[in-house]
């Protein structure tokens, strides 16, 4: 393996290469792991001797270079074009009659980003293009044309599973169908596929083939140990105290959904209903019917919480749940019926590192998934569980079935229950609740495992692919 720091730069522009990265993942201020993903990868192509030109999204359009060796490139939200561009001759555009995959609201931008493309092939002569799309499909069209046009390397990047293994919102059969279409002709033309889960590399093998398994790999997401409390050494314990008087914690970081879906039928949702069912018949939409997203929902957990804190007083005093992330109206209602207004509490969104404070503090970190009818193991593996397992805190995974829930159990810290399996969630609870009265939540870390999510190593990773591509 070449270690980063081994890397000799070439003679001439002192650059060892040119990587044209696309991606909306990269902002000037990331808080979201794709964002943190990006912003990682891209500094270990500049630690590697690359020049990096990569091109984003912004409300106006610009072009700097904002690092020695980092060019960035932002098409306008409206696809305009940095007014270096403009004055180019030659510069080429969207065929009228090629549409682009969905689903995604950033067509015209990503017409703007093939255009940009051309001016910056041609400025900076890069030996490769790398896309990152999380998710925004269109984008990896986009990103498939280029480097066919200019017979470069091509690497795609899947965050999220595009027409294999996942039900998409398509308006019309048509959009499915071209799902589809551009899914494959993008996985075949690509020279590597990065997934972050191994789950979804395997559906894509047996969608396209064995041929394929050389091809896509798995760089998963990851902890930054920079802005984390990690290493907490072989702990097998938690750190609670056993003092019969201290609050126990739990803490959900990240956005819930599938909460306006939960609770009795009304005017607004039979009318909804029956413009999909209009919708379907007529256009072939899909609509996510099979994706059972009130599993997100903290609806089950809160109702589990209210009883147990029925059942046990000092479970009711001493409890708290902090939720980090969009607050909703429905969730104070939830904790009133439960009895428990006090006890759970919505901080709103937050930036990372502070919400980092809310994870450090609490006994028992919280993490939900919605499920897939029809599937019986899950592909996707929520980012924050990355995060979580850094701090080697007991995890109460409420999941179905999946490489989510298998991570979490080889990692030593796991305490499962089924999203909807209320009693389920309530036997767990006392069971993490009296451990905690006691000697502290009895986990076993396996720092091991837990190590390899360090972002560095996956980093290390990416650098290697395109190492792999761009040698001369």
Aim: aromatic share 10%; glycine share 10%.
């Amino acid at each position: 393996m070449t270690l980063l720091s081994e890397i000799k730069y070439s003679q001439g522009n002192g650059y060892v290469g040119t990587v044209l990265y696309l991606t909306y993942a990269y902002v000037d201020h990331p808080t979201g792991a794709g964002c943190i993903r990006a912003v990682r990868f891209i500094d270990g192509l500049l630690t590697a001797g690359y020049q990096v030109v990569v091109v984003s999204m912004d409300k106006e359009p610009s072009l700097k270079e904002v690092a020695p060796g980092l060019i960035a490139c932002r098409v306008g939200d409206d696809g305009r074009l940095p007014d270096e561009m403009l004055s180019a001759k030659g510069l080429g555009r969207w065929p009228f009659l090629k549409f682009l995959p969905g689903p995604d609201v950033y067509g015209r931008v990503n017409k703007g980003v093939y255009r940009a493309c051309g001016w910056l092939v041609k400025t900076y002569r890069p030996e490769l293009v790398y896309v990152m799309t999380p998710p925004c499909f269109s984008l990896n069209a986009v990103g498939f044309q280029v480097p066919q046009k200019y017979d470069l390397p091509f690497v795609m990047e899947l965050d999220d599973a595009w027409a294999a293994g996942m039900y998409w919102p398509y308006r019309n059969f048509i959009r499915r169908y071209l799902a589809d279409k551009w899914e494959r002709r993008c996985l075949m033309a690509a020279d590597k596929v990065v997934t972050v889960t191994e789950t979804h590399r395997e559906i894509l093998i047996g969608a396209y083939g064995d041929e394929m398994s050389d091809k896509i790999l798995t760089i998963r997401h990851s902890y930054d140990p920079l802005i984390m409390n990690c290493d907490r050494g072989q702990n097998t314990k938690d750190v609670g105290t056993g003092d019969k008087n201290s609050p126990f914690r739990m803490a959900y970081v990240g956005q819930v959904r599938g909460v306006d879906m939960v609770g009795g039928v009304t005017f607004g949702k039979v009318v909804r209903r029956i413009w999909q069912m209009v919708r379907k018949g007529l256009l072939g939409a899909n609509f996510c019917e099979k994706i059972v997203l009130e599993w997100m929902s903290p609806h089950y957990l809160i109702e589990a919480m209210g009883q147990v804190a029925q059942q046990d007083k000092d479970f009711g005093r001493r409890v708290r749940l902090d939720f980090v992330g969009e607050s909703y109206e429905q969730i104070d209602q939830w904790a009133r019926k439960a009895n428990l207004p006090s006890q759970i509490t919505q901080h709103g969104p937050m930036s990372q590192e502070r919400a980092q404070k809310y994870v450090d503090q609490a006994d028992v970190l919280l993490v939900n998934l919605y499920g897939l009818v029809g599937h019986d193991y899950h592909w996707c593996v929520p980012t924050k569980i990355y995060t979580y397992l850094a701090t080697g805190k007991p995890i109460l995974s409420l999941m179905p079935p999946g490489e989510a829930c298998d991570l979490i159990k080889e990692a030593g810290v796991g305490f499962f229950a089924r999203p909807d399996d209320v009693e389920g969630i309530v036997r767990q609870l006392k069971r993490l609740f009296e451990q905690h009265q006691g000697d502290g939540i009895e986990v076993k870390p396996n720092w091991e495992l837990i190590r390899q999510f360090d972002i560095a190593k996956q980093q290390q990773k990416f650098v290697e692919i395109v190492q792999s591509l761009s040698a001369p």
